[in-house]
């Protein structure tokens, strides 16, 4: 079990076997990716930069007829150019299409940065992380003959950035794209992320605005309204939050793009403490796209919260079987662990770390979740390490809250609470209604022996979601139920 209330490392090993030095090993492949991009280009131009693309598993077969087959991949050509949701069997289609052009016409940089856009949106949904590499050889080799004004591929690059974690060339690659073309609104989402990632809250809030002030069609307009959801919740705005993404989803012109917003819809209930709301959010998302695993993972969070426990692994199983993320693993090793089933939360830990390594060689950012993990499971010294290398990086609320618990786990609460505030205080930048967040905070105030607000904040953790953990959760009831009532008020003197 994992102990939450002392500081002894969890029941799993360090999740790196031999680990490097926070983002050594980030960039490192970025410099030989430029080397091979470089000297491809001098050895022979741009047809060397190219590698076919051969699927590890059968794509589901498009529509029957020549007609049906021109008709999806228009339609997911428009949904990858406007940064829309696209059903995975489409991009598939149109990933094979844009293969094919580009080899029969190499010179065609708007073909080269569609492939590289589809490439990072596959890659979200299937969790291949080849396909990053796929797409940063696609749109660098978009840029390269067509530098200036490429704002598809410039947008593209800062989506692949984002992907990656890799928030300040997300920045960069986004800000250029904005020059390129300022009324492009698909930047804007990108931009957006970036600035969250790098803590630029009001930068964020800038963009959102100019993205809501742009004229859109009708088409686009839903994932405005998502974005805009997106932004609300970071800023604690439930109410407009669920409105916004409730009105996306009811005006979605695809199944996919409607099951990406139902299940936006889902964790915001999810997070507002309501697994029943959440897993009909949930299962009518995975209805629409059973391929929408982020929708399969929320119905393992909420069917575990409701007692069905059984449903709640299989739901988990087969989110990890469409989308094995490190994410998802670790949550559902953390089931595990909660019901005393040993042996398969081990399994589940040797899995997630794998699931690591393999995303570390494609170049992402796992500072954050290595950290996380460490901090509970691990060495919590090594999380504090990589943290405070992520914070000062990109010092986004996520990471504030990760390193305010991991200083705690080390037995540095001082200094613990200065982030566990710029995590949980709105003045400060914390202004999303986090239970995990609220936790933390309460923790380790209780260790400072502060504990009228330590009781608030463990209070606000239930209050908020009282399932928000299957560990945390029972150890926020049983510390609170430590400190006791608030004491009464002594009465003024007569």
């Given at each position: ?5 002392n500081?002894q ?7 790196l ?10 960039r ?10 470089a ?12 590698h076919?693309?051969?699927p ?5 077969p ?15 050509l428009t949904a990858?150019?406007?940064?829309l ?6 991009l ?7 293969e094919?052009r ?5 010179k ?7 492939l ?8 979200g ?6 396909d ?11 840029l390269?003959?067509a ?8 947008g ?16 960069r690659f986004?800000e250029?794209a ?15 992320d ?6 630029d809250?009001k ?10 002030a ?10 405005v ?14 109410e ?5 993404v ?10 996919a793009?409607?099951?990406?917003y ?23 998302a ?18 575990a ?32 662990e ?25 170049g ?15 060495d ?11 914070w ?5 609320i996520e990471?504030a ?11 540095d ?13 709105s003045t ?6 986090s ?17 009228a607000?330590?009781?608030r ?35 003024l003197?007569g």
């Amino acid at each position: 079990m994992c102990a939450l209330d002392n500081r002894q490392p969890g029941p799993a090993a360090s999740l790196l076997v031999d680990p490097e030095p926070p983002r050594r090993r980030r960039r490192v492949l970025r410099r030989l990716l430029v080397v091979t991009l470089a000297g491809g280009a001098a050895a022979g131009g741009v047809q060397l930069l190219w590698h076919p693309y051969e699927p590890h598993r059968s794509p589901r077969p498009p529509a029957a007829g020549p007609q049906a087959h021109r008709q999806v991949s228009a339609q997911v050509l428009t949904a990858v150019v406007n940064g829309l949701p696209a059903a995975l069997p489409d991009l598939t289609t149109l990933i094979g299409e844009r293969e094919t052009r580009v080899r029969a016409q190499p010179k065609d940089a708007r073909a080269w940065a569609v492939l590289g856009a589809a490439y990072v949106e596959r890659a979200g949904r299937t969790a291949d992380t080849a396909d990053y590499s796929k797409a940063e050889r696609a749109l660098q080799t978009s840029l390269h003959l067509a530098a200036k004004g490429n704002a598809e591929a410039l947008g593209a690059m800062a989506a692949l950035a984002n992907a990656r974690r890799d928030f300040p060339e997300a920045k960069r690659f986004g800000e250029d794209a904005l020059k390129a073309a300022p009324k492009r609104w698909s930047t804007y989402p990108a931009l957006i992320d970036a600035y969250n990632g790098l803590g630029d809250y009001k930068a964020a809030r800038a963009a959102l605005d100019k993205l809501t002030a742009l004229k859109v069609g009708a088409d686009v307009k839903p994932a405005v309204m998502a974005r805009a959801s997106a932004v609300y919740r970071d800023r604690g705005w439930r109410e407009d939050a669920g409105a916004q993404v409730t009105d996306a989803a009811a005006a979605a012109q695809t199944p996919a793009e409607q099951a990406a917003y139902l299940s936006q819809a889902g964790q915001l209930a999810w997070e507002r403490g309501d697994p029943e709301d959440a897993l009909r959010h949930f299962q009518a998302a995975v209805r629409l796209d059973p391929d929408e695993s982020a929708a399969r993972a929320g119905q393992g969070r909420a069917l575990a919260a409701l007692g069905r426990t059984q449903d709640a692994l299989t739901a988990y199983q087969g989110a990890l079987g469409h989308r094995p993320t490190p994410r998802v693993a670790l949550e559902l090793a953390e089931l595990y662990e909660s019901l005393g089933m040993a042996r398969e939360a081990h399994a589940q830990y040797q899995l997630l770390q794998a699931q690591v390594q393999k995303e570390l060689e494609a170049g992402i950012d796992d500072d954050l979740l290595i950290g996380q993990y460490e901090a509970d499971h691990g060495d919590a010294q090594e999380a504090v390490q990589r943290l405070t290398a992520e914070w000062e990086l990109q010092p986004g609320i996520e990471v504030a809250d990760a390193l305010g618990w991991a200083l705690h786990r080390s037995g540095d609460d001082k200094e613990a609470l200065r982030y566990a505030s710029v995590a949980t205080d709105s003045t400060k930048g914390g202004g999303v209604r986090s239970a995990l967040y609220a936790f933390h905070r309460g923790m380790i105030e209780r260790d400072l022996e502060l504990d009228a607000p330590a009781r608030r904040h463990l209070q606000d953790a239930l209050r908020i979601n009282p399932y928000f953990s299957p560990l945390q959760a029972p150890a926020a009831r049983t510390a609170l139920a430590t400190l006791g009532q608030e004491p009464p008020e002594e009465p003024l003197p007569g």
